[in-house]
Each structure stands twice: as C-alpha cells, then as structure tokens.
C-alpha cells in the first residue's frame, strides 16, 4: 500500500467513528449530472490519417459532498464517479493513432482496435478542516495557474494526490499539495505525470511526483496578486506570477489578465544522459544542440475585456520565448494548460509562438432571452521556431449556449462549439461539438 493510500485509509477509519456526529450528515449534498457528447473531428489535410474522428457518448456524473464532523478538526469524505456509455463509433472514426494505451476521442480502445462499449471510475477524497485551512487527500479536480483539469469530452479528467488550503489570514489563499497519478477524460486506468515530447504511450517517460504551491491574495476589491510553484520531477521547475485587475469606467468595465511563466528544466530534464533516457520536452533544436530536448520557457500574455451592457469584447497578446514548448502536465490524452491561447483545438504554445487573440461575446438575456450567450474567437499565431522556416497557424471558434430557465426541464443546458484550425505546424481541423447536459440535486 502507497503512502497517499494509507494516509486515505486511516482518515476513512477516523470518519466511521464519528461520521454521525455534526454537519456530516445534515450539510452533505449529492448530484447527478447527465452529459450527452457529441464530436466530430474532420482532418483536412486527406494524406494524415485519421481523415476524420466521430464519436457520440452518453456520461453520469455522480458528485456527493459530506458536511464535516463536530470537533476542533473536522472530517468528511467526497466521492466522484464516472461512468460513459457508447452510443455511436466505429473503428475508421474512433482512430487509435499510437497505441491501446491510449483511447480515441472519446472513448478508451479495446483490443481490437474500436471503442470499448462503456468505462468509468469512481475516485473518494478523504478530507480535514481545521480552523479555515482544509486538507484533502484521494481524487483531486485541481483548477491552479500550474495544474489544471481538463474537461473538454464526456467525463472529466482527475488526479490523484494531497492538497492543503489554507484562508487564516483575510484576503490570502495558501494553497500546496503532491500529485501522483493521473486519469485521462477517455481512460478508467491511473497513470503517472509527464510532458510533451516525452508522453509517447509505448516508450515514454511518466514520473510519480508533482509538487506544487503558492497563493492569491486580494489586494484590494479589484486586484488579485498570485504566484504558484510547480515542479514535475525530472522535467521541469515552473513559477507564475499573475494579476487580474477589474475598474469600473464611466460607460462599462474593463478587466485586465496578466500571466507570466518561467520554466526550467529539473533532474534527468537537465542532463544529457537524462534526456537521453526519455526524459525530453517539446521544442525546437539543431540536429547538434547539446541543450536539445531540455525544458526552457519564458511565456507571458496580457489579455483586455471590456464589457458593456451585453457586450464583452476582449483583446490579447501571447509571447512564448527560449527554445522549448511551454510545459504543463500532458499525459497525451487530452489536458489543459493554463494559456489565454488554450482554445477548442489548438493551444498555440511552440517555441518561439508570438499570437493575437480577439474574442467577442453576447448574453442575449439583454434582449429578452435569458439563457442565450454566443462567443466567437479568433487567434492568429506566428513565429513558430522551426529548423528551416518560421511556421504560422490561426483558429477560429464559435460557441452557442442555452439553459432553460423555467418549466420540468429547467437547467438542461444546450451547447453547441464549432472550430477551425489551419497551421503550418500540425493538422488542419474542423471540429464540431454538440453537448446536452442535465444535473439532477440528490441531496
């Protein structure tokens, strides 16, 4: 037995003795969320295979919350459990492009190379408080600068591991904790934490240790300071500093979203002979660079939305310096990277990338219809670092949402996401997205 999975074992053992007393029981709260998911990945550059991905899935979404204990310290426990069904796929359109290792679009492969009918999990946290600082320790959906969950398909992606938050002191959030293990949104299976360039499903390399840190604090109504830590072991070492400023104008609001990112490379990341080994990032490097395949990253962004009325309209830089793609936490089934530029298909994150961003958005409850929002973006990347040539790319995407205000079906939401992606440095795509979601409150 691991150490996270005795440390959970012994907070379960405490919460049976006392799961009785206090809120636990009269504070805890159970949901159920329907999901109904629908892609369709069009590849148009017809000589890469896959020339096109579909597939159409139904997800639960099990979501229960436990009050705590009576006491000076407090226990309580959250499960979350996942369960997607297949509705509709095929061999041809699931597309498998590495290994079983690794599933399709949606859903995990089986060993003939199709879609497996359903797959799911079940994750339990066991969690403390004391005072206003709160311990966790099991099935993770971190949302921090330096880790971020994804959930762009039928269930979401989680990671195992601790986290501790503390508020003691007005206006600072401390947060720190480790991750472990990770399970992919198309995946039962937990496996370990990695990179782009290294995150091959057969001969990659994934580690066990993830540290990170750091806090926000308000420093007044309007301004939010933040500074996180995150360290992959034998990859890499990253600090943020970020700023998020709101000012109420005589006509409208204008917010402000400054990111900046260092990264450096950590353990066999930094050595030739680590590198050697498996240990590599993304990037662009001389056939004869001694530093080749090492993490190192400098990525800033500014991002300005004004809104008014309705009307929110945004406009934002994204600069990536050094030789290396920016690093985050990629297993290579799907995550997120905590980017102005991470958008529906593309994340605009190479070596050297320089990309515009312009957004526009709509809430249609101004003109009568509550509910209704639109948003269409456009990015345009340039200055992609290649061995030859500098290399562009652009997309533009469009979102449509409705949520029923009223009557038996009041909350059953109707998304609708079309993208398109042209790039000189991986495959075009039109992409088509239809999700339905439901959640039913339990407790």
């Known amino acids: 037995m691991n150490k996270s999975s005795l440390a959970l074992a012994v907070a379960l053992g405490v919460l049976a003795q006392h799961a009785a007393a206090g809120g636990f029981i009269e504070d805890s709260k159970a949901s159920l ?16 295979a896959p020339s096109k991905q579909e597939e159409w899935g139904q997800g639960f979404l099990f979501n229960y919350t436990s009050g705590y204990t009576e006491g000076t310290v407090g226990v309580g426990v959250d499960a979350l459990g996942l369960l997607g069904v297949k509705l509709d796929s095929g061999k041809g359109r699931h597309y498998n492009p590495t290994s079983a290792s690794y599933g399709g679009t949606v859903f995990p492969t089986d060993n003939d190379g199709r879609a497996k009918d359903d797959f799911g999990s079940l994750g339990v946290t066991g969690k403390l408080r004391f005072s ?16 971020t969950y994804n959930d762009g398909r039928l269930l979401p992606q989680t990671f195992e591991g601790g986290q501790i938050t503390s508020s003691e002191i007005a206006g600072l959030t401390l947060v720190g904790g480790q991750l472990e293990h990770a399970k992919g949104r198309n995946s039962s299976d937990a496996r370990g934490l990695s990179i782009a360039g290294a995150n091959n499903a057969r001969t990659g390399q994934f580690v066990n240790t993830f540290y ?13 300071a933040q500074y996180y830590y995150g360290n992959l072991e034998d990859f890499y070492q990253q600090h943020f500093v970020g700023l998020t400023h709101n000012w109420a104008l005589p006509v409208g609001a204008l917010k402000s979203d400054l990111r900046y990112f260092y990264s450096d490379s950590d353990g066999k990341n930094a050595s030739a002979a680590g590198r ?7 990037g662009n490097w001389a056939t004869n660079d001694p530093d080749r395949f090492e993490v190192d990253n400098r990525t800033w962004s500014a991002l300005f939305t004004y809104t008014l ?10 600069q990536v310096s050094g030789d290396s ?21 593309g994340k605009f994150l190479s070596a050297g990338e320089r990309t ?11 003109l009568g219809v509550p509910g209704l929002k639109a948003v269409g973006t456009y990015l345009k990347g340039s200055n992609i670092e290649t061995q030859g040539s500098d290399q562009g790319e652009w997309e533009r995407d469009f979102r449509l949402d409705y949520v029923l205000q009223g009557g038996p079906l009041k909350g059953l939401g109707v998304s609708w996401r079309n993208a398109a992606l042209r790039s000189d440095a991986a495959r075009d795509q039109d992409e088509n997205r239809l999700i339905l979601s439901y959640t039913l409150t339990l407790l």
């Not at 969320?33 to 890469?48: A, G, K, P, V």
């Not at 206003?132 to 880790?147: H, N």
């Not at 840190?213 to 301004?223: I, M, Q, T």
């Open 33 to 48: 969320t329907l999901r109904n998911f629908y892609i369709n990945s069009d590849n148009r550059q017809f000589t890469d």
């Open 132 to 147: 206003k600082t709160e311990a966790r320790l099991g099935t993770l959906l971190p949302k921090l600068p330096v880790v």
């Open 212 to 224: 990170f840190a750091g806090g926000d604090y308000k420093v007044s109504d309007n301004l939010l």
């Open 276 to 282: 050697r080994e498996g240990f590599r990032s993304a």
């Open 309 to 318: 009325g309705g009307h929110a309209a945004s406009l934002g830089y994204q």
């Open 325 to 345: 793609a920016f690093p985050f936490l990629n297993q290579g089934d799907g995550a997120t990277a905590y980017l102005i530029t991470d958008r529906q298909i």
């Open 356 to 366: 515009w961003v312009a957004e526009y958005g709509y809430d249609f409850a101004k």
